[in-house]
């Protein structure tokens, strides 16, 4: 379906050829094939239109009252804005509750070497996350500590997945993002960027208190995540410079994804400052 016939007059319903494209995104293989995603939601359109990467905006009547500012930005942007009805809105949603906003958005990754030609300090690599809630809070983390990239290496989730992109609350258009399922290529590419590559692992020797003290998250680094059922595989761990746990001082027996990821991240954060 193409995205570049007129809006009509009326709001668009779900048979609307518009809204059967948009549809499509909610898929990987669609969003692969148009180069396009979409962000649902007031914050998300609008941390997407400040962003700069939105083609067209959907939105319902009520959603449209709700946030006049939202549509005269798209619209003073050049956004072509498209009414909906609220049954075509809730085919374009992924959640429960749809508010009746989405945006249609390039999509916003880049080549690893891209990323990685502006030298961060700070990166976060997710190797075979499946779960799109905690790739998308990691985001938000890494963001919030002020990394300078999240990579998404081998099977992990798309990062223009829904609710990966909700989970984020507008990080995925704050900070690089770059995807590949060459694993072994996305580290050899931190390491030629300077980065130290340090993988978080429960079983570790090393504890994440001992690796302050030693001085080691000073380095420009790489932070390494594993899936949450299974962590990083021995392939993975062997080709790391250092693994590193998170030491649990309570009875908890280890924390989720998420949870270990913003512990790290700030602990590397606080020592490069």
């Not at 081998?154 to 694993?183: E, I, Q, Y």
């Not at 300077?194 to 003290?213: F, K, N, S």
């Not at 790391?240 to 994804?257: F, M, T």
Request: charged share 20%; with cysteine.
């Amino acid at each position: 379906m193409s995205f570049d016939q007129p809006p009509t007059r009326r709001p668009f319903t779900e048979r609307t050829p518009r809204v059967v494209a948009a549809r499509a995104l909610t898929r990987r293989q669609g969003r692969d094939r148009a180069g396009r995603f979409l962000a649902e939601g007031s914050q998300a359109v609008r941390e997407a239109l400040s962003f700069g990467v939105v083609h067209e905006l959907f939105v319902t009547a009520a959603a449209s009252a709700r946030h006049p500012e939202l549509v005269e930005l798209a619209e003073g942007s050049g956004v072509l804005v498209s009414e909906v009805s609220d049954r075509a809105a809730d085919g374009l949603s992924e959640t429960v509750t749809p508010q009746g906003i989405v945006a249609v958005c390039d999509l916003v990754d880049r080549p690893v070497g891209t990323v990685l030609a502006e030298r961060p300090r700070l990166v976060a690599v997710l190797v075979g996350v499946s779960d799109p809630g905690n790739a998308g809070t990691v985001t938000r983390v890494a963001d919030a500590a002020g990394a300078g990239a999240v990579l998404f290496a081998g099977d992990t989730v798309d990062p223009h997945n829904g609710k990966c992109v909700r989970a984020s609350t507008g990080s995925v258009f704050h900070l690089p993002l770059a995807r590949s399922r060459d694993v072994s290529g996305v580290l050899d590419s931190c390491r030629a960027a300077g980065l130290r590559l340090v993988a978080a692992d429960g079983h570790a020797r090393l504890d994440l208190d001992d690796a302050l003290d030693s001085g080691v998250l000073a380095e420009p680094t790489a932070w390494v995540f594993g899936s949450e059922a299974h962590g990083l595989p021995a392939d993975v761990l062997s080709q790391v410079d250092d693994s590193v746990r998170v030491p649990l001082h309570g009875k908890a027996e280890s924390l989720n994804l998420a949870t270990a990821a913003a512990v790290c991240l700030y602990a590397g954060a606080r020592a490069q400052r």
